[in-house]
């Protein structure tokens, strides 16, 4: 009986044993109320494990220091990246309030957790292998690690049950309130710690003493140590530990500043000089901050940044966070000891990184040579991580933390090494390296071009300008981009058509390689056989196995824009004032599609566009030709006068000159003017684009008139008359429909109405809130040629004879006698000028490098004109 009594009491025990492992894999039901932990003494300081390392570095920026972040960053970095990590106390003063503090949300808005198996962390085996194990019961997986970042607001990545399977993560804990939690970890350091002496006084825990045992229980794992984690929340539904500018709240200045400050996680990652800013969409977690409510042992497993992205977190109350932090260039040798050290976990889960759930102790990294840093960051203190930098740790108690990322000029270098990898590793971005690396381009020439015309030297156009040059940390990011993109293109060799992609293809959905999920903002490859389908250059020959002449590879920019980039950044004053036209905008206005030459192996561009609508526009009407543009500019004469009615924008009214060439009887021309109007694309006929139109000073010369398409300003006519650019825009659409019909230059006499479309009337000078404004500019009536026609028109008489052409063309040219030698002869020589050359003679007249020198030289060489035969 005694030997039956016994049995079955092992029995019962073993039974009770055995409901209490399923009760902690299982997890609290979804609804129950927070636990009271019941947690055994555990603590024994002569078993501490407290690895010995250095500390990272402290920085104290001065109230001038801390006023523009992005600076202060560029200025530790020499001293600080190569630790990986670095510590940052504000100055004294700087004291934000925290709203999490309010007692509506801490006492009653709640926050889910996971649950987390710290004694599991670095040393368990495999899921399969620990299923068949008597040595420990197997924990049922409700969640798998830590989610993903999301790409979009309302775009989740959650991982399937059938992709959860066969995986170690952290499980669904209890939902708190700041207030609860609170008290749930005090209890838990109270029953854990046994922090009473022998007089029940209270005595204080030290950050070593917590330390040490934290990594006893990871290394030794003797004890089943469970702890909850509230990471990842989002700011935007539970509230951000910063204050927030929100309409019609009225807030003291005090807060205002606060709210405003560069340093509030919710303003850094678009900040001026934030490659960052050039995203449009609120990422969670990367623009967006992510709220941490720790508890003691709570942890953040190794882990890099998303696109190897800098990281700031600040920590708004509470106890402190430990951190451990390995500089970027030793981030492979990091993987490796890692998977050295834990090769079963590796071999069942290959991505075992990225999930966040494993720990290695710094005291073994150091052994395999790896360099690990120390930081404690106590509330009000920034941690700081560097691009590409592994770091990991742990909460020494209750605390709330804040964190996001930001991107300096110098991580585009670290975040293209990034995609690249990912597309080997075939794993989804974040976000797109290429818009963001395109985006600070145009910014950088944009300010560039500020710096050249009105000398402002503003913070951040001198930010832009370090990062120009031909030694620049942009130019360089952008160079390698170029060179990247072009051998691509050469190894793909002739099996693709090359066409120019539509403004809007990824504009309202992103674009990814079918395979690796590389970003397509720059480039994609597609097939008629499969028009949603693409692949980036490095797989575009996997796409499919259709025969060329189907398959086709569209381009945002051709190689010969992208090295004009390049030019730009690098100082190029005719690039700049190329790319400074499409301004900064990262959407374009409309869609367009483009043929133009490329620098490879002499392919051109094909005429068609870019999309599958495109590709069935070129099938249904092969030439774009006889019921396309032939109906349209032939057949139906009117219907295309009517298209072709668009009304003029004007953009700036510009200055006024007093002088001979400035005006005629029919307009002012005022220096520095510009106007937009929408008209046939000389690049697609089949197509509207907005040409701008300007009048810019060519010195002696007088006004230089310019067209050039908005969207693609290196397509631009020049003339020293207004009539003549536009004659000159009419002349290439001609021809341009002739090549898309396939019709013999005879053809060009049945496109003769489009010779009705007035120079001066697309210019706008003929539109009468046009010439409202640019009549203001003259209030004295100054320009008495122009102002004398006016007033015969309004009395019913007319300077000009019957006949007799009025136009800036013909009556301010070179045999007007009014005219001093030079500016008559110089004039006579532009109309003959390419437009090329008048490009070049202009900056040559109004350059900065104009003086009595140059004007001396000019002169003497209108003598030489001037007494030829």
């Known amino acids: 009986m005694d030997s039956l009594a016994s049995a079955t009491e092992s029995m019962l025990m073993e039974v009770d044993s055995e409901k209490q492992a399923i009760k902690r894999d299982s997890g609290p039901e979804p609804d129950s109320s927070p636990p009271s932990p019941k947690v055994s003494p ?184 469970e702890v909850y984690y509230g990471a990842d929340l989002e700011t935007k539904k539970f509230g951000s530990g910063f204050p927030k500018h929100s309409p019609g709240s009225a807030k003291s200045l005090e807060v205002e500043q606060y709210t405003k400050s560069g340093w509030n996680l919710n303003n850094l990652s678009r900040l001026p000089g934030s490659v960052l800013a050039f995203e449009s969409c609120d990422i969670s977690g990367v623009i967006v901050p992510w709220l941490y409510v720790g508890m003691c042992f709570s942890t953040f497993c190794w882990h890099v940044e998303d696109h190897h992205l800098y990281s700031l977190n600040y920590l708004h109350t509470g106890d402190p966070k430990v951190w451990y932090g390995i500089p970027g260039h030793h981030a492979a040798s990091f993987e490796n000891a890692l998977k050295k050290h834990l090769p079963d976990l590796f071999e069942e889960q290959p991505d075992l990184l990225h999930q966040l759930v494993t720990q290695l102790s710094p005291s073994i990294l150091k052994e395999e040579g790896v360099p690990v840093y120390r930081a404690v960051q106590r509330s009000g203190e920034f941690i700081l991580t560097f691009p590409n930098a592994y770091h990991s740790g742990f909460n020494c108690g209750f605390n709330c933390a804040e964190a996001v990322n930001v991107a300096p000029v110098d991580w585009l270098v670290h975040g293209q090494t990034a995609v690249e990898g990912y597309s080997k590793q075939r794993r989804k971005t974040s976000l797109s390296h290429d818009k963001l690396l395109l985006g600070a381009a145009r910014e950088a020439i944009n300010s560039l071009r500020e710096l050249a015309v009105s000398r402002k030297k503003t913070p951040v156009i001198l930010r832009w300008k370090r990062v120009c040059s031909e030694d620049g940390l942009l130019t360089k990011a952008v160079k390698r981009r170029v060179e990247m993109e072009a051998e691509r293109l050469k190894e793909l060799g002739d099996g693709f058509r090359l066409l120019k992609m539509e403004g809007d293809f990824d504009i309202k959905r992103e674009r990814e390689c079918f395979l690796c999920f590389y970003d397509l903002h720059m480039s994609a490859a597609s097939c008629k056989c499969s028009p949603n389908r693409f692949a980036c250059l490095t797989h575009a020959k996997d796409l499919c196995s259709c025969e060329s002449k189907e398959r086709f590879i569209l381009l945002r920019y051709t190689l010969v824009e992208l090295r004009s980039l390049v030019r730009a950044l690098e100082g190029d004053s005719d690039a700049i004032e190329a790319w400074a036209q499409n301004g900064r905008g990262q959407k374009p206005k409309q869609p367009k599609r483009v043929k133009e030459a490329l620098d490879l192996k002499g392919a051109s561009c094909s005429k068609s566009g870019g999309s599958s609508k495109a590709h069935k526009q070129e099938e249904n009407n092969h030439q774009l030709g006889s019921e396309g543009l032939q109906s349209d500019l032939v057949i139906g004469k009117d219907a295309a006068t009517n298209r072709l009615s668009q009304s003029v924008e004007l953009l700036k009214s510009g200055s006024l000159v007093v002088k001979k060439p400035w005006c005629s009887k029919q307009a002012i021309y005022s220096k520095g003017f510009k106007s937009r109007v929408k008209f046939l694309s000389v690049l697609d006929p089949t197509k509207l684009t907005n040409y701008i139109s300007e009048v810019l000073d060519a010195g002696l010369a007088g006004p230089l008139f310019r067209v050039s398409l908005e969207e693609y300003p290196s397509e631009n006519f020049s003339n020293v008359s207004a009539e003549k650019c536009w004659q000159m825009v009419i002349q290439r659409l001609k021809l341009e429909i002739i090549k898309r019909c396939d019709q013999p230059a005879s053809y060009l006499t049945s496109l003769q109405h489009l010779d009705s479309i007035n120079g001066l ?68 020589l532009l109309k003959k000028a390419t437009p090329e050359e008048l490009a070049m003679m202009h900056g040559l007249l109004c350059g900065e490098t104009r003086n009595t020198e140059l004007q001396e030289e000019l002169s003497s060489l209108v003598d030489k004109m001037e007494k030829r035969p």
């Open 761 to 828: 009337d697309m210019f706008g000078f003929l539109s009468p809130h046009i010439i409202q404004a640019l009549e203001a500019l003259d209030p004295k009536h100054q320009l008495e040629e122009y102002w004398n026609q006016r007033r015969a028109k309004v009395f019913g008489g007319e300077l000009t004879k019957e006949g007799e052409k009025d136009d800036d063309t013909e009556k301010v040219g070179a045999s007007d006698p009014s005219m001093d030698r030079d500016t008559r002869l110089l004039r006579g």
């Open 42 to 225: 555990k603590w024994n300081p002569s078993e501490a494990c407290r690895p010995s390392l250095d500390d990272a570095p402290i920085f104290y920026p001065t109230n001038e220091d801390f006023e523009d972040p992005l600076a202060y960053i560029e200025k530790l970095r020499s001293r600080a990246e190569s630790f990986g990590i670095c510590r940052i106390v504000p100055p004294v003063a700087w004291t934000p309030p925290c709203p999490l503090k309010d007692k509506r949300i801490w006492e009653k808005s709640k926050f889910p957790t996971r649950a987390q198996f710290i004694d599991l962390l670095q040393n368990r085996e495999p899921i399969k292998k620990s299923t068949n194990s008597k040595k420990r019961k197997r924990r049922i997986i409700s969640k798998i690690g830590y989610s993903r970042r999301r790409r979009r607001d309302s775009d989740c990545d959650v991982e399937s049950p059938q992709d959860a399977e066969g995986k170690f993560g952290f499980e669904t804990g209890p939902d708190f309130t700041l207030e609860e939690f609170q008290k749930h970890d005090e209890d838990f350091k109270e029953s854990y710690f046994q922090v009473e002496d022998g007089t029940n006084k209270k005595f204080k825990l030290k950050v070593k003493d917590i330390e040490g045992e934290y990594w006893r229980i990871v290394e030794q794992a003797t004890d089943e140590v």
